[in-house]
């Protein structure tokens, strides 16, 4: 049974100043499911990516089966018998079924040049078949089907030649529970067959029910590796945090009152395409999450409020009366917005780290003759960078050269300096690591105590459940969960409202 | 590991000390351009550069006018090769009015310019084509309209404004335009902005730049700059022919780009690549013409420079935000 199949050895992957994999050593096992688990950003997915050639290896190797392998593209992993369903949407608008299902393995139907269409079609056909997923139609275009039934023509494509391991990469939080239980036979099945599963997955309780191995990583480090028979809930969240996961990691308050003044007020908010008839209000001091899968529409949410959506209809009003419909009018009546799409919607990458701090509020750094004045700007910048704690040389160092939590502090030193009263932070968090997470917690703690108004949209249940006084789940583009603080809230009260 | 910490950031802190002894490199390499190609021109034409540096610097002062709006459109990631048949169009209105009075020819001449820069800017913003596609359309279509306007015979200005040819008044306008240019660019939120754009226009966006707006007026105002030089054009010349303003574009895109000016713009331009640029881009076509060089053989070189300095000068990691 526990026939060695990869080692990974010694294995080191830097992004900029970002250590993502830092000498991550451990053994996968032929017939097992193998889990990888530790916060975002703890370098699981950049090793995955390592190994199916979608990252180079910057030191370090695998070795399956006894031979080092180096895969250069994901047809060469695949080649090597690796493969991998990824997180995100991973089959390609515009082809048909069987192109995606074929992609990069073409060659098998290509006689004498041509290409011998209804050859591919026949045989993806047969392996839908086969596999139950038979409504769908191998020669229809991919772009016909939902999220869900591209996922499962992308279990296909990664599972049919047999691979030696398979990479699943958090594709269980997209889907609904028919897709998972989907999901798991075939995970099942790739195990009886003695080959081997490589499975990461936020949620616990399914990596203890799915796996038979479980090795923890860290901010780029290895942790250890147990075997699911032998641990608890509770013991891999303090093997992922290195603590006990309590305390002043979230905020610790329970049943305190939010004020009963509304800042902001969403009525009949339609963003085509997007979201349908969202109307909500928010409270002075409160902390308004908005959780959901990455497509239910609370992305954009986010964007509506700040008056950044294209073709909005309804009504975004403040307390004053002020409709906000542009980025502007937004900023001048102390709105703050940070995109999940850090590197494009929040900072400019390509400019100092002074510039991006005082964007909004050059008009207040103006001096003689209403010119811009370098010294209040860098005095400016400076203080905020420092209130921050951005870890920088100084202000003239371009942003693009920062760590993702680097940026997004840039990003919240610009609003802090300008001092906003309601943010709209979509994704805070998002790729940062724990430590700068707990100093994001604690900001957005303080800030909700100086009677600035908060709105959180996040994929992460947890830090919804731990940082929000309220939470709206979204689906298909509405509302469709209304869950308040509590202690008891779990995820899977969430799960049921987002799927 | 906090020790690892701390020798990272030590090496980062080399790291960015290399880089910016580069950059560094990178902006002096025009000045010192400047003044080797002024020596080796001034002995190899045995001083006659500098006894006619009057005859030199007439040819600069529209290159350098038209460059400044030039240098903001690509300061926010834009280009524009429409710069000539503005400045023919330009010159054309100028002469034509001048003949009724000569202040009115010049709001004439910098209204026809704006004019031709918000065609630029609808098509660029609202229509959403890339800005060298536009621009590359109205050069021909405006090249085509003073093509017919001169079919006939050039069209000449008013003989006032041949009187008004001298090298003060030149000057003057040039270094107006320089000086607001140089302020508005450093010292006012105006700079700031167009870099932000530049270097991201989606996060400048988000930071509340009206970037729509401001790309729009860009290309307005760099219409009207180069409506202002048509009028400094004129002067010097007279008359408008079927070739007047012929390859300004090209002229003022080598001279940025001499000057050290990122083909990408964003954060890294300065306003000093304008001025640099183009007295080095005049300072080496006249010394080249000085020594005997042909049109043809002129042409060539020009291209050669220009490959050489875009491939020292550009900034391949932003290379993707051309617009």
Known sequence: MSEVRLQVQNLCKTFGITKAVQNVSFNVNKGEVHALIGENGSGKSTLTNMLTGIYSIDSGTFVLDGKEIHPKN????????????????????????????????????????????????????????QYGFGRIRANAMVDDYNFEDRKLVEIVKATYFNPKIVVIDETTTALSQEGREELYKQMNRIRSEGNTIIFISHDLPEVLRM?????????????????????TEDDLKKLMVGREVTGDYYRADYGEAVSDEVVLSVKDVTVPGQIQDISFELHKGEILGFGGLSESGMHEVGKACFGASFDRKGSVTLADGTQINDIPTAISHSMAYTSKDRDNESVVMNQSIRDNICLPSLGELTGFLHL??????????????AEMSVKMVNTDQ???????????KVVLAR??????????????????????KQDIYQLMDKMRKEGKSIIMISEELMELIGMCDRILIMKDGRINGDLQRSPDLDENSLIAKMV | MADKTNNSAVSKEEQLKKLSFISMIRSLLPIVGLVVVFLVFNTLTKGRMIKNISLVMSQIYVTMIAATGVFFIMTMGGLDFSQGSILGISSIVVCMVSKTSVPLAVVAGIAAGAAIGAINGFFYVKRKIKSFIVTICTMFLFRGIIKYLTSSAPVGGSAKLVLMNTDRLKLTCTLIVVIVGFIAFNFTRFGIDLRAIGAGEKAA?????????????????????????????????????????????????????????????????????????????????????MIGLTTQAMQLFQGVVFLI????????????VIK
């Open chain 1, 211 to 231: 796996s038979d191995t479980i090795t923890c990583l860290r901010d780029g480090v290895y942790i250890d590796t147990v075997k699911s028979a032998d641990v």
């Open chain 1, 415 to 436: 609003w802090i300096g300008k001092n906003s009263d309601i943010l709209v932070l979509d994704s805070p968090t998002r790729g940062i690591d724990i430590k700068v």
């Open chain 2, 205 to 289: 966006k988000f930071a509340g730049i009206r970037t729509d707006l401001m790309k729009f007026l860009i290309y307005v105002l760099a219409g009207a700059i180069t409506g202002f030089a048509a009028f400094i054009n004129v002067i010097k010349v007279g008359s408008v022919t079927a070739s007047g303003g012929n390859q300004l574009e090209t002229q003022i895109l080598i001279a940025l780009v001499l000057g050290g000016m990122p083909i990408t713009g964003g954060a890294k331009s300065r306003f000093l690549n304008v001025i640099i640029g183009s007295l080095l881009y005049i300072v080496l076509t006249s010394g080249l013409t």
């Open chain 1, 372 to 385: 811009l004045s370098r010294g209040k700007m860098k005095k400016f910048a400076n203080e905020y960078a």
């Open chain 2, 309 to 320: 300095f875009v491939a020292v000068f550009a900034d391949r990691e932003s290379l993707k």
């Open chain 1, 398 to 408: 371009f942003v693009s050269d920062l760590s993702g939590g680097n940026k997004q």
């Open chain 1, 74 to 129: 994901q047809v060469e992993a695949n080649n090597e018998g690796v493969s991998i369903i990824v997180q995100e949407l991973g089959t390609l608008s515009g082809l048909t079924v069987a192109e995606n299902i074929f992609l990069g393995h073409e060659d098998r139907f290509v006689n004498r040049g041509i290409k011998n269409t209804s050859a591919m079609n026949r045989e993806a056909q047969k392996l839908l078949d």
